[in-house]
């Protein structure tokens, strides 16, 4: 990269409107206006820039960013200590085990003493139904209400890294993925991207995936066309969003029955695994009456369940059918490869292998959107603030 | 804030005769002289005045503080790791069960081992009376001898985060707090503060609460009182210490049979739950046995004992026998509210609510106390170095 | 220390050739040129007199440092976590049992995903025969693919922090002990140094010690002689680099039947036990099918071996064989210490007890030692690098 790009990137990001992104989360793609997505894109690019020429991106002298996993990660962890260490917060985890957290009065309370030198908060929470999107607005509305108390001298801000909604850091790097793929956010206008059910083996996935997915993709007037087996629907009221977007971008949202009407054309597959809707909504109600030999049951019907659809796999053939054959494969990963992590899953081992280096330069974008996220609700006027960062030039390494 | 209040916070410290607290531990507040825990106190503040004004407080460019939790924590890991990252060391956890620390010898070795680059070693080890302030003393002791043999190109300090004597970064956020509510130290004189026991049904807590309480607010001329149920007193030496510094600052220190003679007209009141001397004894010489299943039932019996207390709660009836009918209500949180946290507890939950913000605030203040515990310890000349810092003006946040 | 002395080292690092070490990772101390294991010392001894002429070492603004901990570790984990904080690297553990990494194509996968803004991997795998050294080359396979098919935007270079066959940041540790104590490189020339085994009832510890203390001494010109216990020999190929690098480097390579043999005469003893090399064999077999009963079936067999060997002591008595009685001792700590931490160990207490300070002075040097690792995989002049940094003359602690 040469600095001219890097400064292009701050003057795109000049001409945006994004005052309401200041002191404020992220929570939901469709939550940020065209002009505050475009921002992150831009900001995540200018820090990647920034990096690649050796500039330091050191915003804050100390602070804490504080990581709450309510579930297995290593990619997203790892994502969020990249992303908080390039800005210069050290991160801190909530061990849950460790502290005993909990909901309602004394989240309210453990969200306050956690936040007294607190800068970000990112949490991942999505395996319950109604559960992580509720508790990441709680702690939100706690650390909000203590920063007007006086009780916070700053706004800590929230990252949600994935809740039972939305997988925001997710879509928004696959996304960011795209428009550097086909060279520019315009031109995917048109562009046709499957996002599939596929068959997996391993566990009962949660639908946020799929679910940001359709939700971002649907507002840069793509086809976007969503396929699964009968009884593994996604939340009605996110593809109403969906369907909302794509009508406001000229773009469109649909859903087909097979894999093979979604594959036909595409430019884009992201064949992925995730629970039916009816599982989601059992596990969450056993999980609420803590009834873990319940839970461990339900996981083997889910998995049964899924078995019949075992036919729904990314193939050669299906890859066969897309726009010139050559659609290009996307996943969040880890993918459930047929005769590598698992016998029969998501994909043909050779197509995942075709699509390896992609998918991993696809992943590498999160440490930035999420440091572009951190960025833009830390400062009032974030151009001027890049700006001077490349004019301090300090390097990152001496 | 503003600038010429950091300027009277280091002008008082220069003051202050406080050359026994470079490269020395804080295990007591009774160890340090009426100068020393002034000291903290202005230190904290100023530390705090010049993060709100976006000063940089980082002295150090590199250097590891340890923390050893021998209890789950939550509020005071934050508070040491926010210090610490503060004032630019990186916080590394001593997870015994990862690594087997052991006392004797074995403890002297590890104390060295992870302090070859180490400024500062944070111990909480509070739940068995005897221990956690004797292990504290071998670890400072052991880091004293390798710094003197040159093991270590530093002295280590030690920052005592509880033990079965004193909570003294607990106690002394107390005591700022009350110096800001009510206007300045010297506003303390004559104040009435009631530290009463509670009834509690969730586990039997550890007295160094209640200790570090009595102790510290005994040296401010103010007049204590204490009551607790039958069998719930306190270690005879602290109680000395109360009573011995009560006649030196002409303050007052009495032992009441009940809460209402407690808060009769008290100023301050602070209701808090702690288990039965016997119990803490017991905990002890269970523990060196290894008798899990006596800890168990031990367990059952101190809050089956607890439960003849249950109307020792602090309600708003009580609240009104204090001075004006309104005291300020402390706590070290989480309480027990009754009806939130759980049916009864040790306070009635209006009265908690009433209070919520104060307490918040009060707790803010630890990770301040902390770092000015640090930065006593870490130079000669602290005032200098405040003042220093002050003119160079890096910005915390760029 | 003085500055003249940092400018000797730095000097004397560059006239070294050490092109290979840039974007190098350090597994073995036998892949390394003469030149290369001087260059470690060189910048390790600069380091360390920079920090103490209050220097700062900070290279990087930003970047983590990965650590994968596969046994427990304390000293080894805060060596390294001290080391990369030193120069400016964030610590990052990647927690097997919170992510679940495995070999193969996860393990690829994985590697990857944790590196997008990483610049270092530690790895300690010393377990298992055949196991640790195999799994770090993969992992480096796979971030030096990933680094050229532009996954990663650097190349993350990995330090042994242990493995089944050496331990080099152990050995580098002892040796550049060895040069201070006896003034110098060309000094340890015909010194006799004895790697023996000795008798511990704790656990059957690991073969990567003695094998990299006689791998790598044998190359200073040293007079090295083994002794263990028939069964107890250590990996042939071990022993075979030893040999010719004693051959190369003028001094001798054997091995003798007993401790007194080995002791006689000796100016450096290491007693140390480890586990017999069929028990090292069948803990691989078990490992690999899961068998966790036949593993605690095997250290039991392992441990009652060892009691055949009880008389392997280092005495007093032994003691006295030595060149004037006064040989120095060694071990890599923690000791089995005879009527200390067990009944019968590996070294009498007052053998232990008159050489404790100069045996943590020995591991007070491993932070340098991984440091100057770092260092050199990451600059390709890091001569000029370190004079650069003494002469901006940055504090440490301001």
Tied chains: 1, 2, 3.
Excluded at 25 to 46: C, G, M, P, R
Excluded at 252 to 264: D, K, L, P
Aim: aromatic residues 8%; glycine residues 6%.
């Amino acid at each position: 990269m040469d600095s001219s790009k890097i400064s292009d990137r701050i003057k795109s990001l000049s001409t945006k409107n994004i005052d309401n992104m200041y002191l404020n989360d992220f929570l939901l793609t469709w939550d940020k206006s065209e002009d505050e997505i475009a921002a992150v894109f831009q900001t995540a690019e200018a820090l990647r820039a920034m990096r690649t020429d050796n500039l330091a991106c050191r915003v804050f002298d100390s602070g804490l960013a504080v990581s709450i996993f309510r579930d297995k990660s290593t990619r997203t962890r790892f994502s969020f200590a990249s992303a908080c260490n390039l800005l210069g917060l050290a991160t801190q985890d909530l061990d849950e085990e460790k502290s005993q957290i909990a909901h309602g009065e004394t989240m309210r309370e453990t969200a306050n003493m956690i936040s007294f030198l607190t800068e970000i908060i990112g949490i991942r929470d999505d395996m319950y139904l109604g559960v992580g999107h509720t508790y990441m607005k709680e702690v939100a509305r706690s650390v909000e209400q203590g920063y007007h108390e006086g009780v916070l001298p700053q706004r800590p801000t929230l990252v949600n890294l994935q809740c039972d909604i939305d997988h925001p850091t997710q879509s928004m790097s696959d996304a960011l993925h795209l428009i550097n793929h086909f060279g520019g956010i315009e031109k995917l206008k048109g562009k046709k991207i499957a996002m599939t059910w596929a068959y997996s083996p391993s566990y009962g996935k949660p639908l946020s995936v799929p679910q940001g997915v359709i939700a971002l993709m649907s507002r840069f007037g793509m086809e976007v066309v969503l396929a699964h087996p009968e009884g593994y629907n996604l939340l009605p009221e996110v593809e109403e969003v969906a369907q909302s977007n794509s009508r406001q971008s000229d773009g469109s949202y649909s859903r087909v029955t097979g894999m093979s009407e979604a594959f036909e054309n595409a430019d884009i597959v992201y064949p992925k695994s995730w629970a039916p809707y009816t599982v989601m909504e059992e596990r969450t109600r056993l999980l609420q009456e803590g009834d873990l030999e319940g839970l461990k049951d339900l996981e083997k019907r889910c998995l049964e369940n899924n078995r019949q659809f075992i036919d729904w796999e990314c193939t050669e053939k299906l890859m066969q059918t897309t726009k010139g054959g050559s659609a290009l494969y996307m996943h969040c990963l880890p993918a459930d490869i047929s005769g590598v992590s698992c016998e029969r899953g998501e994909v043909e081992a050779s197509v995942f292998e075709r699509y390896r280096v992609p998918q991993y330069i696809q992943a590498g974008y999160k440490p930035y959107i999420i440091a572009a996220m951190i960025f833009l609700s830390k400062f009032k006027n974030p151009a001027d603030k890049l700006a001077e960062m490349v004019k301090r030039a300090d390097p990152r390494v001496v």
